[in-house]
Each structure stands twice: as structure tokens, then as C-alpha cells.
T-cell receptor, first 110, second 114 residues
Framework: RKEVEQDPGPFNVPEGATVAFNCTYS??????FFWYRQDCRKEPKLLMS???SGNEDGRFTAQLNRASQYISLLIRDSKLSDSATYLC???????????FGSGTQLTVLP | ETGVTQSPTHLIKTRGQQVTLRCSSQ?????VSWYQQALGQGPQFIFQ???????GRGNFPPRFSGLQFPNYSSELNVNALELDDSALYLC?????????????FGNGTRLTVT
């Protein structure tokens, strides 16, 4: 079993739709959680950190469920510019590394 | 703009050759991490350097090695290149050796092994 698993995708949604991605992690000692966005042939860029109480940044909402060991990302009112691959990442202090999921590809259609 | 710069941007090598990739960390950052991202996969942790010492390593063979210099810039060396080493190599720098801060990557080096 992979340490971090994401929805397989791809997700094709119309503009204005709401889309949600989930990501599960296996290490219960994981400490920090992040969502990254990656455009084609570019480096991943930090979208947002994920906090236990949940957090929002404009149209983006991230949530963490420690009991079930998953994090989620909700995108409201999707824009064409949201088309990208979304990667979840989990930090484990014992391993001193950030472990990424394989990513979920989102295409927002006009 | 992350302040992390990587060179070269693209590189083509032949199987069996050796390659050196370079990373200049953001000013004030003393920790550098390297990741390998194969096509269609998420980045995989190679290793991390803190104050010129390796202080974390992922599941990569010894032919992947690194250095960190007194100015905290870093090199990733790969010996005996294999076709599967073709990937985007990413570098990130942070402050402190724990690595729990969010990573901001440089623009990466795309290595193609033929």
C-alpha cells in the first residue's frame, strides 16, 4: 500500500462546477499536510497548507481528518485556469521527508 | 518567485554516464532537499542536506549522492545512469533541518537518459 494515495482522476468538469479531491495517508504519526498544484512540465507549487481546523483561501478549502487519515481539497466555482494536476503531500518527522501522492489531473472545460 | 534556482534546465545523457545537477538555495536557507519526479508520478524524496551533512535519505541506491557547500548550495550526482533515471529533478530549500515547513521548489532539471 502506498503511503499517500489520491483519487485516480482525471476529473473533467465544466466551468463553475465544484470539485473535491481526497487523499489518504497511512502513517498516523504524520504531522503536516499540504496541497500542491502542478502545471504541465512545471515544478509543483504550494497551493495551501492543511490545518486541523480546516482552512480556506478564496475558492479553495482544505480539510484534515486525522481519525480517518485523509485530507481533502474543495474547489468552488472552477475556472479554466484551475486546470492542472493537484498533489497532496504529507510530512513525517521520523522520516524527515515530504511524501507526495501521485496527483490528480483536473481539466476545467468551457 | 521561490529564490531557488536549478541548473541546467534540461539535460540529455546516455545510459552509463554520470550527471551532476546543481541547486542554489534561497538566501538564509540552510537545508536543501532533492526530489525525483517521474512522468505521471508525484515527487519522490531522494535526500536532504542540513549544514553540509546528509540528514535524511529516501529509497534511492548509493549511485545517487549529493553535496552541500558552505554557502548552502547543493549538488546531486547520479552515477551509472539508467533509463529509469529519466525524470524531473526538483530541489527545495528551507530553514532548519526538520523539513516540516512547506517546500518551495526550484524550476527543476529535466533529465533524459537515452
Amino acid at each position: 500500500r502506498k503511503e499517500v494515495e489520491q483519487d485516480p482522476g482525471p476529473f473533467n468538469v465544466p466551468e463553475g462546477a465544484t470539485v473535491a479531491f481526497n487523499c489518504t495517508y497511512s502513517n498516523s504519526a504524520s504531522q503536516s499536510f499540504f496541497w500542491y498544484r502542478q502545471d504541465c512540465r512545471k515544478e509543483p507549487k504550494l497551493l495551501m497548507s492543511v490545518y486541523s481546523s480546516g482552512n480556506e483561501d478564496g475558492r479553495f478549502t482544505a480539510q484534515l481528518n486525522r481519525a480517518s487519515q485523509y485530507i481533502s481539497l474543495l474547489i468552488r466555482d472552477s475556472k479554466l485556469s484551475d486546470s492542472a494536476t493537484y498533489l497532496c503531500a504529507v510530512f513525517s518527522g521520523s522520516a524527515r521527508q515530504l511524501t507526495f501522492g501521485s496527483g490528480t489531473q483536473l481539466t476545467v472545460l468551457p | 518567485e521561490t529564490g531557488v534556482t536549478q541548473s541546467p534546465t534540461h539535460l540529455i545523457k546516455t545510459r552509463g554516464q554520470q550527471v551532476t545537477l546543481r541547486c542554489s538555495s534561497q538566501s538564509g536557507h540552510n537545508t536543501v532537499s532533492w526530489y525525483q519526479q517521474a512522468l505521471g508520478q508525484g515527487p519522490q524524496f531522494i535526500f536532504q542536506y542540513y549544514r553540509e551533512e546528509e540528514n535524511g535519505r529516501g529509497n534511492f541506491p548509493p549511485r545517487f549522492s549529493g553535496l552541500q557547500f558552505p554557502n548552502y548550495s547543493s549538488e546531486l550526482n547520479v552515477n551509472a545512469l539508467e533509463l529509469d533515471d529519466s525524470a524531473l529533478y526538483l530541489c527545495a530549500s528551507t530553514v532548519g533541518g526538520q523539513g516540516d515547513s512547506p517546500l518551495h521548489f526550484g524550476n527543476g532539471t529535466r533529465l533524459t537518459v537515452t
